[in-house]
């Protein structure tokens, strides 16, 4: 059973950053960041392959949004720059496609002056 644990977000002025660390991924999944706003459907946010050679993104975060992934570490990570107040959601890391069983508690990310 694979417990992800999710941490870094916070309370953040639009413009800035956030660097978003899931703990307990494994290398034999590809992976995603994934979040949730008030009032919606949890929706994809980025990808990483394997080994981390491949990534991808959504349309509203490309080139704001970077995942990496540390497979020694078993740590996946989402560096977040220029946030603006629709970033504003509970963020969720998963294998991607995703495990319901894998689900953790996230970490809320809230953007506003």
């Known amino acids: 059973q694979v417990q992800l644990v999710e941490s870094g977000g916070g309370l953040v002025q639009p413009g800035g950053s956030l660097r978003l660390s899931c703990a307990n991924s494994?290398?034999?999944?590809?992976m995603g960041w994934y979040r949730q706003a008030p009032g919606k459907q949890r929706e994809l946010v980025a990808t990483?392959?394997?080994?981390?050679?491949?990534?991808s993104y959504a349309d509203s975060v490309k080139g704001r949004f970077t995942i990496s992934r540390d497979n020694a570490k078993r740590m996946v990570y989402l560096q977040m720059n220029s946030l603006k107040p629709e970033d504003t959601a509970v963020y969720y890391c998963?294998?991607?496609?995703?495990?319901?069983?894998?689900w953790g508690q996230g970490t809320q990310v809230t953007v506003s002056s």
């Open positions: 998963n294998t991607a496609p995703v495990k319901l069983e894998y």
């Open positions: 494994r290398s034999i999944y590809a």
């Open positions: 990483i392959s394997r080994g981390g050679g491949s990534t």
